[in-house]
C-alpha cells in the first residue's frame, strides 16, 4: 500500500516569492491534515480537511497561507508571498476519520 | 491550552542498554496518546496509541505507560539497538474529544555500536 505522497520534497526560494507543496493520501483516508515543523520543535497542525471540509484552520495564517482539498482527494498548500521565518518542513498527514495518522515524508523549505 | 513537555531533549547511550523517555502533559482530560517516531529527513510514524483506558501498550521491544491522573507517559525500549536512533515525539489531544494533537518537542536517541 502506497504511503502518503508529498512533493516536492525540497525547496528553496527567495523572501516574497509564492510556493506550493502537493499531497497525495493513502487512498480511502477521508480526513487530511498539514502540519508545520520548525527545527527542534515537534509539528504544529495549520489545517484539517475531513472529505473537502477545512474544519480547522485555526492556526493557518490566512494573510499569506491558503489551502485546497478539491474532491475530497489530494491538497495544496500555498504560501504567497513567502517570508523568511517560513522556513520550516512542511507535513501532510493523513487518516481514515478519527484514527490513527499516517505521515509523509514531507517538504522542507528554505527561504532566503 | 494543552503542553506537552518531554524530558530529556537528547539522550545518548550504549547498544544494549535499556532506557526511558517521559512526557508529560498539562490537560490530563485526553482519550488517548501517541508515541511517534521521526528518522532524519522523514515523516513521522506512529509507534504506539495509548487509550485513556489502557495503562500500557507493547510493541516488540518498546512498552509505553500512561498515568492520566498525574499527567504522564514513558516510553520504556528494551536491549536498544543502532536502529533505534531517531527522535521520539509524544503527541496527545488538545483538549477532550479534539482531533487535534499537540506534540511535544521530542527527544534524540543515539544508540551507539
Known amino acids: 500500500e502506497a504511503g502518503v505522497v508529498q512533493s516536492p520534497r525540497y525547496k528553496i526560494i527567495e523572501k516574497k516569492q509564492p510556493v506550493a507543496f502537493w499531497c497525495n493520501p493513502i487512498?480511502?483516508?477521508?480526513?487530511l491534515y498539514w502540519y508545520r515543523q520548525n527545527l527542534g520543535q515537534g509539528p504544529e497542525l495549520l489545517i484539517r480537511?475531513?472529505?473537502?471540509?477545512?474544519?480547522?484552520d485555526s492556526q493557518l495564517p490566512k494573510d499569506r497561507f491558503s489551502a485546497e482539498r478539491l474532491k475530497g482527494v489530494d491538497s495544496t498548500l500555498k504560501i504567497q508571498p513567502a517570508e523568511l521565518g517560513d522556513s520550516a518542513v512542511y507535513l501532510c498527514?493523513?487518516?481514515?476519520?478519527?484514527?490513527?495518522?499516517?505521515f509523509g515524508p514531507g517538504t522542507r523549505l528554505l527561504v532566503l | 491550552k494543552q503542553e506537552v513537555t518531554q524530558i530529556p531533549a537528547a539522550l545518548s547511550v550504549p547498544e544494549g542498554e535499556n532506557l526511558v523517555l517521559n512526557c508529560s502533559f498539562t490537560?490530563?482530560?485526553?482519550?488517548?496518546l501517541q508515541w511517534f517516531r521521526q528518522d532524519p529527513g522523514k515523516g513521522l510514524t506512529s509507534l504506539l496509541l495509548?487509550?485513556?483506558?489502557?495503562r500500557e501498550q507493547t510493541s516488540g521491544r518498546l512498552n509505553a505507560s500512561l498515568d492520566k491522573s498525574s499527567g504522564r507517559s514513558t516510553l520504556y525500549i528494551a536491549a536498544s539497538q543502532p536502529g533505534d536512533s531517531a527522535t521520539y515525539l509524544c503527541?496527545?489531544?488538545?483538549?477532550?474529544?479534539?482531533?487535534?494533537?499537540?506534540f511535544g518537542k521530542g527527544t534524540k536517541l543515539t544508540v551507539n555500536p
Open positions: 498527514a493523513s487518516s481514515f476519520r478519527t484514527e490513527k495518522e499516517y
Open positions: 487512498s480511502g483516508h477521508n480526513t
Open positions: 480537511y475531513e472529505n473537502e471540509e477545512a474544519v480547522d
Open positions: 490537560d490530563s482530560a485526553i482519550y488517548n
Open positions: 495509548i487509550q485513556s483506558s489502557q
Open positions: 503527541a496527545v489531544p488538545s483538549q477532550g474529544g479534539s482531533e487535534k494533537l499537540v
